[in-house]
């Protein structure tokens, strides 16, 4: 049949795929290796498949010949697909992350195009960084705004006066006021037939098998983008930050799966915030906080993913070696901020970015998990992850396993952030305010645990000095104390 085939992987599922303009056929694999590769979240992999054949559909719809394949490794599909339509050429899109490229394309007969489905190539980012003593997300943000002429003036300044507006955007959260329910999209007949196939594979998977509640198709991610516009992007900027029980999604914009699998351009959802303010509709910090997300780090996280190659897997700056805590696969603890944040993430493959960070991350690196194993967890837990998104964002931000290449210093925090940002210390059995005694919150013990164990490699962190003088000025027998305690509960976490 020879001609062109245009190889869609998985997070590559738009319609502006340039890999699909002039092809006379499309190649899509569904990979049982990689299926059975992690313990995934369960509503993850049923996501994956419906977007993959629902784009299938799709392309059908629109007159395009689809080979669709089941295979045991993507390679083997390429193989089989190779033999029976014999093509000249497989053209398929950058793969997103470095073993896709690695191993994709070094592959006969498939030419990889240079672009992606973001808006700052790699190479872009890489001539913005060359020079730069130390590279600071705010610093590329602002490059981007008036790179992608966004929210600037016809001099190249900010909209307002100011390019950041994260001061006020740390509120805490509203008391009895509960956010607007975002965008369900209706299960159909591929969703059953996506659940019936993972029934019949009986995989070892992670999380509710519940109905689907993230977007399989742009038309679904525009749905699920104009709910986010018009019910909550007026309140996410200064609520962004906020923790509430029972509440992942918060004000935050349920898309970043969309985003991510290709269903949904980023420029349109920048377009659609600032639209959102030139109507009135939307605040200047909510907008500007949400903009940042998308062009500043959403794409600053793309650019140091490929900027600094293959170091992430192997980083370990701490030496950290303890194992992943059981309660993060949905085992008991009495840490309200926990036990709520993973039954939130069993029940929607989701937490937003602050319950990541400073509940998720933040235990982990205090406990001092091994990085790989913290890694693995939120590349399979989470319905958006994927290892250009998680390795800067847990291997640098959450554990501090880069040694500070990305950040100024570690998240480290105690019980009282969690306490000021969220309601779930109210109804807990231990107190942020005390860090020695059986009622201590295991955060605060575990702050200065970790400075104490951690002390040498810190030393020389300018934004670390505080705490440290404080840590020095410590009563002998409250550091024996906090140490005595540090230690159970690493022992207990492990257990």
Not at 188 to 204: F, Y
Not at 283 to 302: C, H, K, S
Request: glycine content about 10%.
């Amino acid at each position: 049949m020879a001609g062109t085939t245009a190889w869609v992987l998985g997070d590559q599922l738009s319609h502006r795929n340039p890999a699909l303009q002039g092809a006379d056929r499309v190649l899509m694999v569904e990979s049982r290796a990689k299926l059975g590769a992690g313990r995934w979240h369960r509503q993850k992999l049923h996501l994956v498949l419906s977007a993959m054949r629902h784009f299938a559909a799709e392309l059908r719809e629109g007159g395009v010949e689809v080979d669709y394949r089941q295979a045991g490794t993507l390679h083997t599909g390429l193989r089989s697909h190779v033999r029976e339509h014999a093509p000249e050429r497989v053209v398929l899109l950058r793969p997103t992350s470095r073993d896709g490229l690695d191993l994709l394309g070094g592959l006969d007969r498939v030419e990889i195009l240079d672009e992606s489905l973001f808006m700052t190539h790699p190479d872009e980012f890489a001539e913005w960084a060359d020079g730069r003593k130390r590279l600071r997300m705010e610093d590329f943000y602002r490059w981007q705004r008036r790179r992608l002429d966004v929210m600037v003036d016809g001099h190249g300044e900010p909209l307002g006066g100011k390019w950041n507006y994260d001061h006020d955007n740390r509120e805490p959260p509203p008391k009895r006021m509960r956010p607007p329910r975002p965008y369900a999209p209706r299960e159909g007949a591929i969703d059953a037939e996506v659940r019936a196939d993972l029934d019949a594979m009986a995989l070892d998977t992670f999380g509710e098998d519940a109905a689907r509640m993230w977007p399989a198709t742009h038309e679904q991610a525009l749905r699920s983008l104009h709910r986010f516009i018009e019910q909550r992007l007026p309140d996410f900027g200064r609520y962004q930050d906020a923790m509430l029980g029972g509440e992942p999604f918060m004000w935050h914009s349920h898309i970043s799966a969309a985003l991510n699998l290709g269903l949904l351009d980023p420029r349109d959802a920048v377009d659609a915030a600032v639209a959102a303010l030139e109507s009135g509709h939307a605040p200047l910090n909510a907008v500007e906080g949400f903009v940042r997300q998308i062009i500043g780090w959403r794409e600053y996280v793309w650019g140091t993913y490929w900027l600094f190659g293959d170091d992430w897997r192997s980083d370990n700056a701490l030496d950290a070696d303890g194992d992943l805590p059981e309660a993060f696969w949905g085992g008991h603890t009495d840490m309200h901020c926990i036990q709520d944040s993973v039954e939130g993430l069993s029940a929607t493959a989701y937490a937003h970015h602050i319950q990541r960070l400073m509940v998720f991350g933040n235990l982990a690196m205090l406990l001092g998990v091994r990085p790989s194993e913290i890694y693995d967890w939120f590349h399979e837990s989470f319905i958006d992850g994927y290892p250009w998104v998680m390795a800067p964002n847990v291997l640098a931000m959450a554990t501090w396993a880069d040694g500070g290449r990305m950040f100024t210093k570690p998240y480290a925090a105690g019980g009282r952030y969690v306490d000021r940002m969220s309601d779930y210390c109210g109804g807990c059995r231990y107190d942020p305010t005390k860090r020695t005694g059986e009622d201590a919150c295991p955060f605060s013990t575990l702050y200065w645990d970790f400075l104490d164990r951690n002390r040498a490699e810190l030393q020389g962190i300018r934004r670390m000095q505080m705490p440290l003088r404080t840590l020095e000025k410590m009563d002998d027998g409250d550091l024996d104390e906090i140490r005595a305690l540090g230690a159970a509960h690493r022992s207990h976490f492990r257990s």
